[in-house]
T-cell receptor, first 112, second 116 residues
């Protein structure tokens, strides 16, 4: 079974600064998807960024980028030029590509 | 286009009672996923329905059950409620129909279940 670990329960950052949230995962699969979700106080889970394991290039979405290290099974999220609206819980998630196992496996989250 | 909608927003039940939570997916999306988010924990996968059938189930006792209707809306039923069932229950669709699993999921705002 896959596991996702977020070792930072809480992080803080000043406006306009950069912060990196850590995520590691464990899997025996070679192909999979990784996601970062944001959950503000409104409780709505919002997809921030997505990475396909077979792509070596790190995904980028505006101020959000990832550092995907497949061999190390690491998937960190970098938020640049931080804004007040970035304050939220951030969850790292894993999804298998195996048919019938499309569920997301989440980490315990990092409060920013 | 309306997103994933869940009802009720809040639900308070007494231990031993049954709770029914509802989810309406985005029009045209046939897959519905249910997750439990207990305080201090990440989201735990509960159930996956597609085309009216249960496709996968998480590590939860049988008193957690559900169903999917012909219009693809879904119900989650929790029988014999226990205090530790208190949590936020989230429903999700794939972002894109059919092979949308690859693109992530869109979530409803959840139902906050409190068991007293």
């Amino acid at each position: 079974a896959q596991t996702v670990t977020q070792s930072q329960p809480e992080m803080s950052v000043q406006e306009a600064e950069t912060v990196t949230l850590s995520c590691t995962y464990d899997t025996s699969e070679s192909d999979y998807y990784l996601f970062w979700y944001k959950q503000p106080p409104s409780r709505q889970m919002i997809l921030v960024i997505r990475q396909e394991a077979y792509k070596q290039q790190n995904a980028t979405e505006n101020r959000f980028s990832v550092n995907f290290q497949k061999a190390a099974k690491s998937f960190s999220l970098k938020i640049s030029d931080s804004q007040l609206g970035d304050a939220a819980m951030y969850f790292c998630a894993y999804r298998s590509t195996n048919f019938g196992n499309e569920k997301l496996t989440f980490g315990t989250g990092t409060r920013l | 286009e309306a997103g994933v909608t869940q009802s009720p927003t809040h639900l308070i039940k007494t231990r031993g009672q049954q709770a029914t939570l509802r989810c309406s997916p985005i029009s045209g999306h046939t897959s519905v996923y249910w997750y439990q988010q207990a305080l201090g924990l990440g989201l735990q996968f509960l159930l996956w329905y597609d085309e009216g059938e249960e496709r996968n189930r998480g590590n939860f006792p049988p008193r957690f059950s559900g169903r999917q209707f012909p219009n693809y809306s879904s119900e989650l039923n929790v029988n014999a409620l226990e205090l530790e069932d208190s949590a936020l229950y989230l429903c999700a669709n794939s972002l894109v129909p059919d092979r949308g699993h690859d693109y992530g999921y869109t979530f409803g705002s959840g139902t906050r279940l409190t068991v007293v």
